[in-house]
């Protein structure tokens, strides 16, 4: 029977083998994460009902991300909780500050997730890892609880949806901007339940970390999953960064998708998703009259070094409008590092930037740089609800690297080339 | 399962961080969770919600982020159940997993007023106006999640599997 990329890797994590849409199916899990918001709610459940051991703690990966450095005495005693827990359960793979990074970014960055696997995290972006040609999708506490004692879930076969992209992209215009087109075209919900399969040869041509960003928004229209198959960009990635044997699956040319949609990006502008949506897309050029008060450079959607390397390109030689604070979030420990050294830490300082350390912080509205009522800011994370940076009454629009580090220099929304003459 | 409430009207679209901000969401005391609920859109929701009423919202109810906090927070408030044109995968099983009992129905949004008082069959998916007696008909709830909700939530579900 022709299957999808999805459906073989489910059924090759089932007893059956064969699996169709629709279908409620029993998957055993290769990989569980959970971080300091989500695992000491699961670790209560497992409590609930006197469970006592994991079922397998290699298979457990822990990342206090979201509020720390904790941020209030609440954050240390949920951190903590969490730290007891996988001393007690022997779970070596907890990454504590020091060596840690926002997850999303650092289990593809340590390799710990490879192509083949089904890998449940207690965080709705752990869609990211299908990037790389993995099943990834995002749980609650419960389901954690229940994946990290049982080693299975339970979950519905996904229809899947296939997104052809064509074209090359003009210069400045993302892996961000494509799958904000894509929300925008799709809707907030134009994806509900199903997996998003990327193809085409815009994307044969997408760096891995552009991959991490499109899958990390597929949550955004709902869509339980996405996934890009593998080629040699993805092999050439997991060199020497794998750190288990992997398996290969591609969808099969005659498998059966619920919905193929064909984009032509090479005309495509950088994009912008103004308040309440993600969803809620329209190119820069219909943007650059709003001014913003803040700047955020970072996320697992946007916290890669090849986002701070646009960013820094931007940015270089000049400084932020007055009256704008800018905050970049290195990913990752090693992203971290690698900044400082190639001197993009140094531009960030020099155009009167600050550079925190790798956390999710501002983009759940947590801490390092909430907003007060009435004021906007131009990020580069996933989501622009009501309150989700602070106040109720702020506002989140929705971008690039590269067009954040424009806004930031011009006080407003802006394309690079507004900053960067072209032909200069 | 027969429940009866009073609606709370809510529109597309409500997700999660609206349902419970997420200051609000570290550590594990439901009551807390509850005095939260929907805080992002009414500030005084909590406030106003007697046991037993009754979410009607519209499409993809539940997006967003993960946090399970956001059933919980309905719950702990003592909403009896959600019914909504569609919801969240995500927020779906959570809800579940938790014993907060949701319907979809594609109609009940449109022909439901905030304050009406309903009465919802859980088994058979029927929604009822007191006043006036119109039916609307909801999904009925999968097999597989009648089980969960039967054995008090997923935990339970598997603890009747396991020997610990």
Redesign the interface.
């Known amino acids: 029977m022709s299957m999808t990329i999805t459906e073989k890797i489910l059924a090759a994590h089932t007893s059956e083998g064969v699996v169709t849409p629709g279908e ?1 199916i029993d998957v055993s899990i290769d990989v569980i994460m959970g971080h300091d ?2 695992t ?2 699961a670790i ?3 409590e ?5 051991k994991v079922f397998d703690p290699e298979k457990i990966i822990l990342v206090p991300d ?2 720390t450095p904790n941020k209030d005495v ?2 240390a ?2 951190c903590k909780r969490m730290r007891e827990f996988a001393e007690r359960q022997g779970i070596a793979h907890y990454y504590e500050i020091g060596e840690m990074g926002i997850a999303h970014a650092l289990l593809p960055e340590q390799g710990l997730v490879v192509p083949g696997d089904v890998i449940v995290g ?3 972006h ?1 869609c990211t890892y299908g990037a790389i040609g993995s099943f990834a999708t ?6 954690l ?2 994946a990290m ?2 080693g299975t879930l ?1 979950l519905k076969v996904p229809e899947s949806m296939k997104l052809i992209l064509r074209g090359k992209p003009r210069r400045w215009v993302s892996a961000k901007d494509l799958i904000l087109h894509i929300l925008g075209d799709l809707g ?2 134009g994806a ?2 199903k997996a998003m399969e990327f193809a085409g040869d815009t994307v044969e041509l997408l760096p891995i970390s552009g991959r991490l960003t499109m899958a990390n928004m597929v ?1 955004e229209a ?1 869509a ?1 999953n996405g996934i890009f198959g593998v080629d040699k960009i993805t092999e050439t990635y997991l060199h020497g960064r794998a750190r288990r044997e992997y398996r290969v699956f591609q969808s099969d040319p005659n498998a059966r998708y619920a919905d193929v949609r064909e984009y032509d990006v090479g005309s495509l502008e950088p994009m912008v998703a103004f308040p309440f ?1 993600p969803g809620n897309v329209r190119p820069v050029s219909e943007a650059t009259d709003v001014s913003i008060d803040q700047v955020v450079i970072g996320s697992c959607t946007n916290g890669r070094i090849e986002d701070l390397r646009m960013a820094a390109e931007v940015l270089q030689g000049r400084k932020v409008a007055p009256g704008v604070r800018l905050i970049v979030i290195p990913a990752t420990q090693d992203i971290y590092g690698r900044a400082i050294k190639e001197g993009l830490l140094e531009i960030f300082l020099a155009a009167h930037g600050v550079v925190s350390p790798p956390t999710c912080g501002p983009c ?3 801490h390092m740089g909430v907003l007060a009522k009435g004021e906007s800011a131009a990020s580069t994370t996933n ?1 622009n ?4 940076m602070g106040h ?1 009454e702020s506002m989140v629009y929705l971008v690039s690297p590269a067009v954040a580090a424009a806004s930031a220099v011009k006080g407003r929304i802006a394309h690079p080339d507004e900053v960067i003459r072209i032909g200069k | 399962m027969i429940l009866h409430g009073r609606v709370w009207k809510f529109d597309n679209n409500v997700d999660t961080d609206v349902i419970i901000p997420v200051q609000h969401t570290i550590g594990t005391d439901l009551e807390e969770f509850g005095k939260h609920c929907m805080e992002g859109l009414d500030p005084n929701f909590a406030a106003k919600v007697s046991p037993g009423d009754i979410i009607v919202a519209g499409a993809n109810f539940g997006c967003g982020s993960s946090r399970e906090p956001a059933p919980l927070a309905i719950k702990a408030v003592g909403i009896s159940c959600v019914i909504a044109k569609s919801f969240a995968r995500i927020f779906y099983r959570n809800a579940f997993n938790v014993g907060l009992p949701l319907l979809d129905s594609a109609d009940a949004w449109d022909g439901v007023e905030e304050g009406d008082e309903i009465e919802v069959n859980l088994d058979s998916g029927e929604i009822r106006v007191v006043s006036g007696g119109t039916i609307f008909k909801a999904n009925p709830i999968p097999t597989f999640m009648q089980q969960l909700i039967r054995d008090g939530g997923l935990m339970n579900h598997i603890a009747r599997k396991l020997d610990f």
């Open positions: 409620l918001l989500s000491p709610l209560h459940e497992m609930k009902i006197g469970a006592k979201h509020f609440n954050a005693e949920s207690g965080d709705s752990s995002g749980v609650g506490s419960t389901d609880a229940a004692l049982t339970w907030v919900d509900l339940y949550v709902g339980k949506s759940v509205g947590g989501r609800f009501i309150g989700r109720p």
